[in-house]
């Protein structure tokens, strides 16, 4: 599996000296996903600089593997999730994932405006606990309890 990852790893490190963002959001397990660009930025953030060496390449993935813990999966997708990084999933990192995950506008409308804010409203009004207007981890947690989460955060690497 690691002999894998390697030749992975080589086939996008082209320069020879760690991954670069761009790099990394080549990676074909990523690339067509509409969080790929946020995935990737968490990933980085875990790295002591800005190109990811092989160790950091294969200690990130690890969040995806099929066996990793429900709990690492949770933070990361908790991480990816609150776009303006402070620590609660508030209205504009919710309307943010909805309109990464949705077009709105243009020929390939999926959702109107008022739609989002609509789902925006009922997924605040379910998962916020404690009605301070936003999601902490803990209510995330709870809202995501039962649901078939941990497969949908693994990936075949290889």
Request: no cysteine; aromatic share 6%; glycine share 6%.
């Amino acid at each position: 599996e690691i002999k894998k990852l390697l030749r992975e790893f080589k086939l996008l490190d082209v320069d020879g000296v760690g991954l670069t963002r761009e790099q990394a959001l080549e990676l074909p397990q990523l690339k067509h996903n509409p969080l790929s660009s946020r995935m990737v930025e968490v990933l980085l953030d875990q790295v002591p600089s800005d190109r990811m060496s092989f160790r950091d390449f294969v200690l990130s993935l690890a969040v995806f593997a099929p066996d990793e813990r429900r709990e690492a999966k949770l933070k990361f997708a908790f991480k990816v999730y609150d776009l303006d990084n402070d620590n609660v999933l508030g209205r504009g990192d919710l309307v943010g994932l909805l309109r990464a995950l949705t077009p709105v506008g243009g020929s390939r409308q999926v959702m109107k405006p008022d739609e989002l804010d609509t789902v925006v409203d009922n997924v605040l009004e379910e998962a916020d606990q404690d009605g301070d207007g936003a999601i902490s981890y803990e209510e995330f947690q709870k809202a995501v309890d039962g649901s078939d989460f941990h497969s949908k955060l693994s990936l075949d690497m290889l």
